[in-house]
């Protein structure tokens, strides 16, 4: 297993377009968690998975954003009608809890929207 | 409303000296404090915690404090290399029942002029 993976690692697209982005968690996480950073900030907790289930979603995830998780294994974040305000790493993390190390993430997907 | 704070952007230190990275934090519930470390184009990768009931924690030139009552803590580290110039992430962490919930602080973005 070689941690979390996440594709593609770019994307630039045009305003109004739709967009997804995929995560492979690290196999035996049951937990798996998106979140958002923008330049000059932290990560921000978008919405978390437990198993298939999405159990919390930030108030940051607007009607445009939508997260799947089928059967439990890899995750989908789809943002449709994308604008600039969009632009950001999406960070996609896992966990095996309770842990007192927080996630393993992975690289991310920098979303370039123009 | 930010939780974790970070209240210096940026830092430089001179290779060999020690580092001292600030985070002051809000909420009294947090289970732990994580420091995750992150380089240009990659994903935060966890560095060191401490449980919220110990004022110290160490691992090798890294060293974690942290003071309860003025909720405030700090990463220490000496000796300072290059290649540890990246960007320092203060996070806090509360155990829920349904999920782990990690709170980023803005970041410091650490240099280590040789």
């Known amino acids: 297993d070689t941690g979390v993976s996440q594709n593609p690692r770019h994307k630039i697209t045009k305003r109004g377009q739709n967009v997804t982005f995929r995560c492979d968690p690290i196999?035996?996480?049951?937990?798996l968690y998106w979140y958002r950073q923008t330049l000059g900030q932290g990560p921000e907790f978008l919405t978390y998975?437990?198993?298939?289930?999405?159990?919390?979603k930030s108030r940051l995830l607007s009607d445009r954003f939508s997260a799947e998780r089928p059967k439990g294994s890899f995750s989908t974040l789809e943002i449709q009608r994308t604008e600039q305000g969009d632009s950001a790493m999406y960070l996609c993390?896992?966990?095996?809890?309770?842990?007192?190390?927080?996630?393993?993430f992975g690289s991310g997907t920098r979303l370039t929207v123009v | 409303d930010q939780q974790v704070k970070q209240n210096s952007p940026s830092l430089s230190v001179q290779e060999g000296r020690i580092s001292i990275l600030n985070c002051d934090y809000t909420?009294?519930?947090?289970?732990?404090f994580l420091w995750y470390k992150k380089y240009p184009a990659e994903g935060p990768t966890f560095l060191i915690s401490?449980?919220?009931?110990?004022d110290k924690n160490e691992d090798g030139r890294f060293t974690v404090f942290l003071n309860k009552s003025a909720k405030h803590l700090s990463l220490h580290i000496v000796p300072s290399q290059p290649g540890d110039s990246a960007v320092y992430f203060c996070?806090?962490?509360?155990?829920?029942?349904?999920?782990?919930?990690?709170?980023f602080g803005p970041g410091t973005s650490l240099s280590v002029i040789p």
């Open positions: 993390a896992s966990s095996l809890a309770p842990s007192n190390y927080g996630y393993t």
């Open positions: 196999s035996e996480h049951n937990r």
């Open positions: 998975f437990q198993n298939e289930a999405q159990l919390e």
């Open positions: 909420n009294s519930m947090f289970d732990y």
């Open positions: 401490i449980s919220s009931i110990k």
């Open positions: 996070a806090a962490l509360e155990l829920k029942t349904s999920y782990d919930k990690v709170i």
